[in-house]
């Protein structure tokens, strides 16, 4: 009876022996072992596989595990070194994009700067334009509202509200522009006689009574804003322009609502005083004017007697009471005398 033990091989157990026979593909060999041998190699094989953890030194026992540990250490570490390659191949091309698009978007804003500047250019040569030509204009129609029935002819036009209206906010550009340092205005600009040329107008309207009635009822906006930048402006400072402006505030006084109006707004009083202290006589000359026109009407004297009478700067007027020009001086007298009515509202 054979028995197969392993791949090429066939045992046969035959009358207390073993036979291991050997195949060949050409030739079959055989070898004939004894039943107590084999079952003795059989006990060999099995004490040795018992014994031989116990037999080998457990240092290298240890360093056969540290092997294998480190070898699958190093296996992870490859992956994620190969891992980390990919990662950076898809940074390298992100970057690469990155630049790519940098270099477009670095273009793109040469050629818009290029282009601000050219627009900036040209904005500047239409701005320059425009108060030219504004300027201009503006001159020739200050010269025309001398005439009456040229002021009733703009007044009756659909746009002169608007036009008054820009009026207000030129002027307010206008002195918004000026630096903090300035010492003295050139006269000669254009962007300086623009806006003279538009005070000029407004003072021209407001010396008729059309005029005054219209800018009470439908410019008071422009009104708020003269008042707004006389008090804006320093001392010495656009002495002319300051001029023009209380020359059309002292015209829309004659008018007794525009009286009301300019004298019952908000710091009207003490602008008067703060413009009292300019060092230039025909500001002060202005500022007299419209201080008389206020102390002259009994009904608007009586909301205004107490704040001036307790604010009113008493020496700065006996100032200009004793100043060279005689016609300063002669109206400071004159209001000086007007001024003792106070007294009598006490």
Same mark, same amino acid.
């Given at each position: ?128 334009? %425009? *108060? ?8 020739? &129609?200050?010269? !025309? /509202?001398? +005439?009456?029935?040229?002021? #009733? ?84 400072? %656009? *002495? ?8 059309? &505030?002292?015209? !829309? /006084?004659? +008018?007794?609502?525009?009286? #009301? ?86």
């Amino acid at each position: 009876m054979g028995e197969k033990i392993k791949s090429g091989f066939c045992v046969e157990v035959a009358r207390g022996s073993v036979v291991c026979r050997e195949k060949d593909e050409i030739n079959e060999d055989f070898v004939q072992v004894r039943r107590r041998d084999l079952e003795r190699l059989t006990t060999e094989v099995m004490q040795l596989q018992d014994f031989l953890p116990k037999i080998l030194d457990g240092d290298i026992v240890w360093m056969i595990q540290q092997v294998d540990a480190i070898e699958s250490s190093m296996e992870k570490k490859e992956e994620e070194i190969e891992q980390l390659k990919m990662d950076c191949e898809h940074f390298r091309a992100r970057l690469e994009a990155a630049q790519a698009d940098c270099m477009r978007e670095k273009k793109e804003k040469l050629d818009l700067q290029q282009h601000l500047r050219e627009a900036k250019q040209q904005l500047l040569q239409q701005a320059e334009y %425009c *108060t030219e030509m504004g300027a201009a204009v503006c001159t020739l &129609l200050w010269g !025309v /509202s001398n +005439n009456e029935e040229a002021v #009733k002819a703009i007044l009756r036009g659909r746009k002169a509200a608007r036009f008054f209206a820009i009026t207000a906010q030129t002027m307010e550009s206008f002195v918004k522009s000026l630096s903090e340092d300035v010492k003295q205005q050139d006269l000669d600009s254009d962007e300086n006689q623009f806006v003279l040329a538009l005070a000029g107008i407004v003072t021209n309207v407001a010396a008729l009574a059309c005029g005054r009635e219209f800018l009470v009822s439908s410019s008071r906006d422009l009104l708020d804003t003269m008042m707004h930048l006389l008090g804006e402006m320093k001392p010495g400072l %656009c *002495t002319k322009f300051k001029v023009l402006m209380l020359m059309s &505030l002292y015209n !829309v /006084s004659i +008018n007794l609502k525009g009286l #009301k109006y300019i004298s019952e707004s908000p710091g009207f009083i003490p602008l008067l005083w703060w413009l009292l202290n300019d060092p230039d006589t025909e500001v002060c000359l202005h500022v007299l004017r419209l201080l008389q026109s206020v102390i002259l009407e009994p009904e608007v004297l009586a909301k205004s007697a107490c704040e001036m009478r307790d604010t009113l700067p008493f020496q700065r007027i006996i100032t200009l009471s004793k100043s060279h020009n005689v016609e300063l001086q002669a109206l400071a007298k004159e209001l000086l005398e007007d001024l003792k009515i106070l007294e009598y509202e006490a």
